[in-house]
């Protein structure tokens, strides 16, 4: 059975969309593309379940698999915490072991807080971000100064690119073959866009080509990677949360929340999801 969520909401018609397959035992590569292709959602997670919670876990997006995908890993432990209520949840993922905290209030929603790989960053090549500048409709005088851009890392690589304005990012309009065939070269899987309300509260959009998506409106494993470049640049303290407002230009506005751990490079990212059929 294919379930459908959306994650980093408490609104259907909100936050991101993510097939979850909770046993998929017996299904093969080529099946679970399939599957993934069908359902049309940026990715669809399937669980293979190993005993005493816990699950390895792999994510496909109607293109290709993925290592590791946020929103469809909190969707995934909101399913698992409906049925089976509070606890932590162990997945293996292609790119490592992630633990997933699950709150399940009696008659009331789920929280999940999944803690991501290690998160890592690094500045990106200048003629890279030339390019992906050209591919985004953006130039040079649209970066916010305060925030160089970067490839970060919690699983996957995302280019980090800070705007100077929320109407910038309001206006993104890129060129999906141009953009896609960069990140292809280059292995990022998304663009991070995002601009700065305040030091701690930012906005974010996602350009997702390699799954053949073109905006993605909550992505929990970019927001990792941002929150441990914010860490790793000093731009926060240990002790803040990061909120990021998402999906809000789609019209799926999403909510997620990241925190880095004190000594430890990775990263929280929490947030609700929500069943929903489709009409």
Same mark, same amino acid.
């Given at each position: ?91 293996? =993922? ?124 909550? =992505? ?6 941002? =929150? ?33 751990? =004190? ?17």
């Amino acid at each position: 059975m294919i379930l459908r969520y959306a994650a980093f909401t408490a609104d259907p018609s909100g936050g991101n969309p993510a097939g979850v397959v909770l046993d998929a035992a017996g299904h093969t590569d080529a099946e679970m593309l399939a599957i993934a292709a069908e359902v049309g959602y940026s990715e669809t997670a399937f669980l293979f379940p190993e005993g005493d919670d816990r699950y390895t876990i792999r994510y496909f997006s109607p293109l290709a698999e993925v290592a590791f995908c946020g929103h469809a890993t909190i969707a995934t432990s909101v399913a698992i915490g409906e049925r089976t209520g509070s606890g932590t949840i162990h997945l293996t =993922t292609k790119a490592g072991p992630v633990d997933v905290d699950v709150v399940a209030e009696p008659n009331g929603p789920v929280t999940a807080t999944l803690t991501s790989p290690p998160a890592t960053t690094r500045p990106a090549d200048h003629a890279d971000v030339e390019a992906a500048l050209r591919a985004l409709g953006y130039s040079a005088a649209d970066l916010d100064p305060a925030f160089p851009v970067h490839v970060a890392n919690a699983g996957m690589n995302h280019l980090v690119v800070g705007l100077a304005s929320r109407e910038l990012l309001a206006a993104l309009d890129y060129d999906f073959e141009a953009l896609g065939a960069l990140m292809a070269a280059r292995d990022w899987i998304t663009v991070n866009l995002f601009w700065a309300e305040s030091p701690t509260v930012f906005h974010a959009r996602n350009p997702f080509p390699p799954g053949g998506v073109v905006e993605d409106p909550a =992505t929990g494993a970019a927001a990792a990677a941002f =929150t441990g470049y914010l860490r790793d640049l000093a731009l926060i303290k240990e002790d803040d949360v990061v909120t990021i407002h998402q999906g809000a230009d789609m019209g799926r506005p999403s909510l997620l929340t990241a925190a880095p751990l =004190t000594d430890d490079q990775r990263i929280r990212v929490s947030g609700r999801a929500v069943r929903f059929t489709e009409s």
